[in-house]
């Protein structure tokens, strides 16, 4: 069995070497929105034909990726294709980034702050 076609989506009657070279001629184009838009039409076409997953075949899935760990290889790759990409809204609520004030400096921050609006609006505190 060739490498390649482990890949469920991938034609058989390709051999590797037209494979590699249709993959080197479409490194770093960028799809139009028209090409965008026809890839979109065919995918929600195939989804109209098959229709969701069944259940039952989606708790088989589950079942078989359930402890499968991802090797350090991929979780890099993973990880330098998240770079530059915004948290989601959740996850930034949840744990906000940025400088954490301890609580004295806290106090000291509402003092000065304080101070501030007592000189600006000529009330002694």
Known sequence: MR???????ARRDISDETR???SVAQK??????????????SAKRH???TGPMPQE??????LAHTGKQHTLKSRRKMSRDRKGKPW???RRAADPVGRKNSPET???MRIAAQARWARVHCVSV
């Open 106 to 108: 806290i106090a000291r």
């Open 57 to 62: 075949t989606r708790a088989k899935q589950v």
């Open 20 to 22: 590699a070279k249709q």
């Open 28 to 41: 770093g184009k960028t799809l139009t929105k028209r090409h965008r838009a026809k890839i979109a039409a």
């Open 3 to 9: 490498a390649s076609s482990k890949k469920r989506w």
């Open 47 to 49: 989804w109209e034909l």
């Open 88 to 90: 989601s809204k959740a």
